[in-house]
């Protein structure tokens, strides 16, 4: 059985600390990873993907993959009190034939930024 | 990122009433249309996937004669939720995948109260 773990929280951090939010994940075939963030009473946004080990950047948020040891995270530079939300880790592997093209999602870590 | 709408935004309704819910992706043809919901401060759970033309995959635990679901053309996949009780009241999200694409964008999410 697929598993994407995240540690549920909350993760607290100061107004312009850094955030780490990690992921573990059990399927080594996994291809494609996601960061989700939710905010409270409302529905998932994309944050940011990653394919390939290493890290990729978009503006404060940094996503970093590690195929090896399984393991993805997201850096959030800066935090600021908006950022204060649940942030769902989402692994994806290709089944082709069997028809599976689903998300598995972890349960999310709630991080609450302090001003 | 791609648009995803779903309508209404929040039902109340009368226990025993069916609910229809629509998901349509707006800028873009969506092979794959996914139903969560989610229940307050918990995880999102998966209900049933749906592919264009075909009947929908129903996660082990949901009953599919309660939540139907049709996806009769790429932009539009409909959940009704038949005989609605009270322990129905969730927030139901869609999310929809286009073909040959991984990344599953969310719609905003519908809010049922069922008295």
């Known amino acids: 059985q697929k598993e994407v773990e995240q540690n549920s929280g909350p993760l607290s951090v100061p107004e312009g600390a850094i955030a780490s939010l990690n992921c573990t994940y059990s399927d080594r075939g996994s291809q494609s990873f996601f960061w989700y963030r939710q905010y409270s009473g409302k529905s998932p946004e994309l944050i940011m993907f990653i394919y390939s080990n290493g890290d990729k950047e978009d503006g404060r948020f940094t996503a970093q993959l590690n195929k090896a040891s399984q393991y993805v995270s997201l850096l959030i530079r800066d935090s600021q009190p908006s950022d204060s939300a649940t942030y769902l880790c989402a692994v994806y592997r290709s089944e082709a034939g069997a028809g599976s093209y689903q998300l598995t999602f972890g349960k999310g870590t709630k991080l609450s930024v302090i001003p | ?115």
Not at chain 2, 8 to 17: L, N, Q, Y
Not at chain 2, 33 to 59: D, I, V
């Open chain 2, 1 to 115: 990122g791609a648009v995803v709408s779903q309508h209404p935004s929040r039902v109340i309704c009368k226990s025993g009433t069916s609910v229809k819910i629509e998901c349509r992706s707006l800028d873009f043809q969506a092979t794959t249309m996914f139903w969560y919901r989610q229940f307050p401060k918990k995880s999102l759970m998966l209900m049933a996937t749906s592919n264009e033309g075909s009947k929908a995959t129903y996660e082990q635990g949901v009953e599919k004669d309660k939540f139907l679901i049709n996806h009769a053309s790429l932009t539009l996949s409909t959940l009704t939720v038949t005989s609605a009780h009270p322990e129905d009241s969730s927030f139901y999200i869609c999310s929809a995948r286009g073909q040959g694409r991984e990344t599953q964008y969310f719609g905003p999410g519908t809010r049922l109260l069922v008295l």
